[in-house]
């Protein structure tokens, strides 16, 4: 496990027939931990650089079914189903409270868990991402960006059936109607200004569904969280440790 940044401690979870393999960063830390959650096929160590850079907090992630050292799941599962997953392993942590980071694919699953565990996410960060997965605009082919290239993500870690149902979880999945409910949480959306993949007007439309989210359209493509993951981990860190008045400004 050398090879991830930050040496997380390495375990592995049992959840309603899954096996799933967890990386805890500074865990035990005392605030409110960071859960992340990563996009479609990308595994730990892909997020590594920039949880490992996310100090003063426990920040934990997952591989997905079927990616990286989780193996594959036996059945197709929805969107609502993994964000019950993903809680249950945070309750185990003894995380009644958390906030929620999500990139891409997995910010589409983050809005999915704070709309779906009301009163559980205290703050949310959707970088790179959707309120609707099958919008126009969203543009797959764009994955050969000169990001993508530059990035360990040009070559997931995924088994094609892992792709496979990650990509089933979202067919036809929306937030639209939802979002407006998560006025009471303070949202942070980052937009990579230079994304083929996800233009950033699908982050304006979350920003202009959520009252009080603040928009962001930040240098970089597609993998901008990791490609500028010094830069995004102090913004995330800045806005998830700033005063609750201010957050909800």
Same mark, same amino acid.
């Given at each position: 496990?050398?090879?991830?940044?930050?040496?997380?401690?390495?375990?592995?979870?049992?959840?309603?027939?899954?096996?799933?393999?967890?990386?805890?960063?500074?865990?035990?830390?005392?605030? @409110? +931990?960071?859960?992340?959650?990563? %996009? =479609? !096929?990308?595994?730990?160590?892909?997020?590594?650089?920039? $949880? #490992?850079?996310?100090?003063?907090?426990?920040?934990?992630?997952?591989?997905?079914?079927?990616?990286?050292?989780?193996?594959?799941?036996?059945?197709?599962?929805?969107?609502?189903?993994?964000?019950?997953?993903?809680?249950?392993?945070?309750?185990?942590?003894?995380?009644?409270?958390?906030?929620?980071?999500?990139?891409?694919?997995?910010?589409?699953?983050?809005?999915?868990?704070?709309?779906?565990?009301?009163?559980?996410?205290?703050?949310?960060?959707?970088?790179?991402? @959707? +309120?609707?997965?099958?919008?126009? %605009? =969203? !543009?797959?082919?764009?994955?050969?960006?000169?990001?993508? $290239? #530059?990035?360990?993500?040009?070559?997931?870690?995924?088994?094609?059936?892992?792709?496979?149902?990650?990509?089933?979880?979202?067919?036809?999945?929306?937030?639209?109607?939802?979002?407006?409910?998560?006025?009471?949480?303070?949202?942070?959306?980052?937009?990579?200004?230079?994304?083929?993949?996800?233009?950033?007007?699908?982050?304006?439309?979350?920003?202009?569904?959520?009252?009080?989210?603040?928009?962001?359209?930040?240098?970089?493509?597609?993998?901008?969280?990791?490609?500028?993951?010094?830069?995004?981990?102090?913004? =995330?860190?800045?806005?998830?440790?700033?005063?609750?008045?201010?957050? #909800?400004?």
């Amino acid at each position: 496990m050398s090879r991830i940044s930050g040496r997380p401690a390495i375990s592995t979870q049992h959840v309603h027939g899954l096996t799933l393999r967890v990386a805890r960063w500074r865990q035990g830390a005392p605030g @409110t +931990p960071l859960l992340f959650l990563n %996009g =479609i !096929g990308a595994d730990i160590a892909a997020a590594a650089p920039l $949880l #490992a850079q996310m100090h003063g907090r426990e920040v934990w992630t997952l591989d997905m079914p079927g990616v990286g050292g989780s193996p594959d799941a036996l059945l197709p599962y929805a969107a609502p189903t993994m964000a019950a997953i993903v809680m249950e392993i945070a309750r185990r942590f003894g995380h009644e409270s958390l906030d929620v980071a999500g990139f891409s694919w997995g910010g589409a699953l983050a809005q999915q868990v704070a709309i779906q565990f009301p009163g559980r996410v205290r703050r949310l960060v959707l970088m790179a991402t @959707t +309120p609707s997965v099958g919008a126009p %605009g =969203i !543009g797959w082919a764009a994955l050969l960006d000169d990001d993508m $290239l #530059a990035s360990g993500l040009r070559r997931p870690t995924a088994t094609p059936l892992g792709l496979a149902y990650q990509s089933l979880a979202m067919a036809g999945w929306t937030s639209a109607a939802m979002l407006p409910l998560l006025k009471d949480v303070p949202v942070l959306v980052l937009m990579g200004e230079r994304d083929g993949v996800v233009p950033a007007c699908h982050g304006q439309t979350i920003a202009g569904l959520i009252d009080g989210a603040v928009l962001e359209v930040v240098p970089g493509s597609h993998l901008f969280p990791f490609t500028h993951a010094g830069t995004v981990a102090a913004r =995330i860190s800045a806005f998830l440790e700033r005063p609750p008045l201010q957050a #909800a400004a």
